[in-house]
């Protein structure tokens, strides 16, 4: 039975971390957030946390090798599990190529992107709410929310293309209750794993 490699993909706001924790448990995967680390790294007061919190103030992304690095090394880490949940990782179309190259070399390949669809009206509302508790910077003020939609669009949602011409996006509705989601979730990922190739 190959492994189950899963990217949770969407834009902010949009429920990847939420259902990520959910499919970990339910699947029995590694949850692999790249915020959740770089964010740890900021805490923590490491170099590479001093280096990124520039970044994730303003919502920009921090550089391509830098993330691709730190991705690298949790794969490898952990190349033993089951499977993967990668969250809020690729962002850009050179991490999707950076990530199908390491993967290969480790004899992995992603099984399946399942995209998370929510309006944009929607995800500011629970951006900002999540911020009155988070604690995180980038969800307390609308301009940076903003500035992480454009973001998203310009450098992150081409990445729906890259996946789909390799026959691997699903499309999720990603408004309802919490379960609803984490429902069609997994149905994409039993209907993924049935597949014969
Ligand atoms: O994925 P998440 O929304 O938690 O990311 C929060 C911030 O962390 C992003 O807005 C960005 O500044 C930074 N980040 C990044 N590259 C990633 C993941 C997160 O630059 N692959
Ligand atoms: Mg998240």
Redesign the pocket.
Known sequence: MSKLNIILFGP?GAG??TQSEKLTSHYALKHL????I??AERQAGTELGRQ?NA??E?????PDAV?IGMVEQMVRAHAAAPGFIF?????TVA?GEALDAMLKSLDMDITTVLSLEVDEDELTRRLLERGMTSGRV?DQDEATIRN?FK?YNNETSPLKEFYKAQGKLQSIHGMGSIDEIFGSLCEAIDNSQSETY
């Open positions: 902010p990847k971390g957030s790249t915020g959740d770089l964010r990124a970044y994730i303003k919502g920009e992304l921090v993330v969250d809020g990782f690729p962002r991490q980038d992480r973001v």
